[in-house]
């Protein structure tokens, strides 16, 4: 038969199918893609069932020899991981098309470029580690050691077990349902627009997210500062124009259940994983709700405190956190 196109053969179940003129094609087609990105052909066999095509795995194969690259020369130069050498891995990191994260899809689309690092559950309910975390480890080491080198004083302590990494999409209006505590949220790239949206006081007393008032939002520019955020509380990215990345680091509800193998693996990739006891609130208070008109603007340089005053939020300007020594990658 004549294709309209070469096949992807890591995505074929029926290997019957194959013709010989699609086997000599994917092998042509493996070798000049091995040769143009500086691979070994032998580098980009996929197992089936990985989730990845064939040059989803040759460019995230790149990401991870880059980033194992940014970290020994941070390690040899005993610096920080700069926000350029994260873009050049995102940039570099082939993201997978994702229909699930229905709460975020903007109206009109089908899916978002994101991926997640670090500890899920899974449909079925296992808890464990997700594939790419294992497979491109320096990847994930290179998003945490850029966090590690910059947090902020009082934040030495925030817990996170997940990373969600997202590429040129502003996520609609939503509540984050399974996230247990705050996150902090980085955005990366030439880009303008794209700020974080935020109701610092929603309580989920309003039910419909429409009915939160623009008045009481909050808008924080992630390009210029790191945001210290509560994701169960409403929040939408804002329209933009260019390419623009997020990370985004939170703990996960299920972490109290994870096996330790599934720890260890997070705290390898340089996750400081919560203790069972974690409490949520310890670094940032409950909201308060929006009776009387309880909304605040966003201020730099809020300062999370102990948990009786903790603050609702906090913003800081991260031409300030590049200053300093860097951390060491647990």
């Known amino acids: 038969p004549v294709r309209d196109e070469p096949l992807d053969i890591s995505k074929v179940t029926d290997e ?56 020994k020369a941070a390690e040899q130069g005993k610096r920080k991981v700069s926000e ?11 993201f997978a098309r994702n229909p699930n994260r229905q709460n975020v899809i903007p ?19 296992d808890i464990h580690v997700t594939a790419a975390s294992i497979t491109y480890p320096e990847v994930v ?16 302590t925030f817990t996170w077990t997940s990373l969600n990494v997202n590429c040129n999409y502003a996520a609609k209006l939503h509540r984050d349902a399974n996230n247990f505590g705050p996150s ?29 008032k623009e008045k009481d939002a909050m808008a924080i520019d992630l390009k210029k500062n790191l945001a210290f955020f509560r994701g169960n509380c409403g929040h939408y990215v804002g329209d933009f124009q ?3 990345y997020t990370i985004v680091y939170f703990p996960v509800g299920c972490h109290m259940k994870a096996p330790e ?4 693996a997070c705290r390898s990739l340089g996750i400081n994983f919560p203790p069972v006891d974690e409490d949520p609130f310890r670094l940032l208070r409950a909201p308060k709700g929006y009776k009387a008109g309880r909304g605040r603007s966003a201020a730099a340089g809020s300062t999370p405190c102990k948990k009786a005053d903790a603050p ?16 060491k990658l647990a």
């Open 16 to 71: 019957k199918s194959l013709t010989e003129v699609d086997k000599a094609i994917n092998r042509w087609y493996r070798r000049e893609l091995a040769r143009n990105l500086g691979l070994k052909v032998q580098d980009l066999n996929i197992g089936k069932g990985s989730g990845e095509s064939l040059i989803m795995r040759a460019h995230r194969l790149v990401a991870q020899r880059e980033a194992r690259a940014i970290l």
């Open 84 to 94: 350029a050498e994260v873009l050049q891995v995102l940039q570099a990191w082939a």
């Open 107 to 125: 109206e009109g689309q089908e899916w978002v470029w994101s991926d997640t690092f670090g500890l899920i559950r899974d449909r079925v309910g």
């Open 141 to 156: 080491q290179v998003f945490n050691q850029y966090l590690l080198d910059r947090l902020p004083a009082g934040m030495e």
């Open 184 to 212: 902090l949220i980085k955005a990366f790239g030439e880009f303008t627009g794209g700020e974080l949206y935020y109701w610092p006081e929603d309580d989920k007393q309003v039910d419909q997210l429409e009915e939160l």
């Open 242 to 244: 260019g390419e623009r």
């Open 261 to 264: 193998e599934a720890k260890e």
């Open 312 to 327: 609702a939020f906090g913003v800081w300007p991260v031409g300030e956190l590049d200053r300093g020594a860097r951390r």
